[in-house]
């Protein structure tokens, strides 16, 4: 069975501080959560929240994800990599794009991830990869991750 898409949210909290020596000392903090979905999500279409269903790893009490809804809660007063990629899809029509969404603000966030399907003509191309997003959470936020465009096809084929 093969991912039909994956997150990654983290966040690095770094306190620089000098001892008496005068040794440069930094102490870290970090908190991570890892989710997938291991199964096909048809009927996706532009704004459609991916949900990932199966938490892998998580760390840290100041993120949370829903694996019902997709929803990805951040706390405030952190900064977070939010990560996101769905590494398969199936479609007849459209070349889909992926990209977190602040669901507080009701607003895109980050750089976009976009695909080409192996049929598109030879002068067309895409880097793919993961849509990422660095983002300081000023109160308690909530994220999803979503289809940016496309219509009609399945997450996970």
């Not at 990654?8 to 997938?36: D, L, R």
């Not at 990932?52 to 809660?73: F, H, L, R």
């Not at 990599?81 to 669901?103: K, M």
Request: proline fraction near 2%.
């Amino acid at each position: 069975m093969g991912v039909a898409g994956n997150l990654y949210a983290g966040n690095i909290f770094a306190n620089n501080f000098v001892t008496s020596s005068g040794t440069q000392m930094f102490n870290v903090a970090a908190s991570f959560a890892k989710y997938t979905r291991t199964t096909a999500q048809s009927g996706a279409a532009a704004n459609t929240v991916i949900v990932c269903n199966v938490q892998e790893n998580t760390y840290g009490s100041d993120i949370s994800v829903n694996t019902t809804t997709g929803q990805v809660t951040l706390q405030a007063g952190r900064t977070y990599r939010l990560r996101g990629g769905v590494p398969g899809w199936y479609t007849s029509a459209t070349r889909p794009s992926f990209c977190w969404y602040n669901e507080t603000a009701s607003a895109w966030i980050g750089e976009a991830a976009e695909a080409y399907a192996p049929s598109d003509a030879a002068q067309n191309g895409a880097l793919g990869g993961s849509a990422e997003c660095v983002f300081t959470a000023n109160a308690t936020t909530v994220v999803s991750f979503r289809v940016l465009s496309g219509s009609s096809f399945t997450l996970g084929a």
